[in-house]
């Protein structure tokens, strides 16, 4: 089973890339970040068209997160289920089979000084709440998405220019690790361990950045143990930042040895 994530940076903008990508690849689910597209905008027929359920929610605007899936996905749900409605658009799991997958979009942050980054550090502890409250670790869950976390300096071109970076402070990664620590394992360091210039995100404003590698791995797959010991590898394709008009994003992608669900 192929799993991958992918943030848009517009649905509407990348929809043909987006088609054309999953032609290629055919990923048995895939979760996308940063739509920015209400749902009755949403191009629910062209990815049904392409052989994918679709669950949604998004607005005009910066998040919105969608879940595609080749067979019917079930439980579908959206936001952290604490009772702030706000984060409907930032979280949406399902349940294909007996693999749990939560995409989320976490929050950038702004500034290190501006409220939404403490709003950042306190989504991931709902957030490991919310996987407390849902799953054991001992489940076969998968937790994807554009988490805007570069764990470690070799998850970013130039660490050491970046230590007040919303996105690479240490109190982010704190939380981070944190959610991480509840029973998740990053499988593409599982399989790519110690290896440098592999990034997810390449900033529009720096000239040639993917040829340069000048780029941030923020994108992530994260495993529970029992379902990354069945990850068989995984990968950042570049593809798709090097088509015209791409996402500054581009997708991350695992393959587990899970065979699909019955009908």
């Not at 490991?128 to 470690?152: C, K, T, Y």
């Not at 300096?153 to 050491?160: G, L, S």
């Not at 939380?175 to 900033?203: C, I, L, M, N």
Request: with cysteine.
């Amino acid at each position: 089973m192929i799993v991958a994530t992918f943030n848009v940076n517009s649905i509407r903008s990348r929809l043909e890339i987006l088609l054309e990508w999953l032609a290629a690849l055919q990923p048995d689910v895939l979760g996308l970040q940063e739509t920015k597209m209400p749902d009755d905008q949403f191009p629910e027929t062209a990815l049904r068209a392409a052989g994918y359920h679709v669950a949604y929610r998004g607005a005009s605007g910066g998040s919105g997160v969608a879940l595609l899936a080749r067979h019917p996905p079930a439980d579908v749900a959206f936001g952290l289920g604490d009772g702030a409605s706000a984060d409907a658009d930032r979280l949406v799991y399902a349940r294909i089979g007996t693999l749990h997958i939560v995409n989320t979009y976490v929050p950038q942050g702004r500034d290190i000084d501006h409220p939404m980054y403490r709003y950042k550090l306190a989504w991931f502890g709902r957030l490991r709440r919310f996987f407390e409250r849902r799953f054991s670790p001992r489940m076969q869950v998968v937790w994807l998405g554009d988490l805007n976390i570069a764990p470690e300096a070799i998850d970013i071109h130039n660490a050491e220019r970046q230590t007040r970076h919303v996105c690479y402070h240490e109190d982010a990664r704190r939380a981070f690790a944190q959610t991480v620590a509840w029973g998740f394992v990053d499988v593409f360091r599982k399989h790519h361990p110690g290896e440098p210039q592999q990034y997810s995100f390449f900033d529009y404003r720096q000239k040639d950045a993917v040829s340069k590698r000048q780029g941030w791995r923020v994108d992530h797959i994260l495993a529970t143990r029992p379902l990354a010991a069945r990850c068989r590898r995984a990968w950042i394709d570049l593809k798709p930042r090097l088509a015209p008009r791409p996402s500054d994003h581009t997708p991350v992608v695992a393959e587990f040895d899970l065979a699909p669900p019955r009908p």
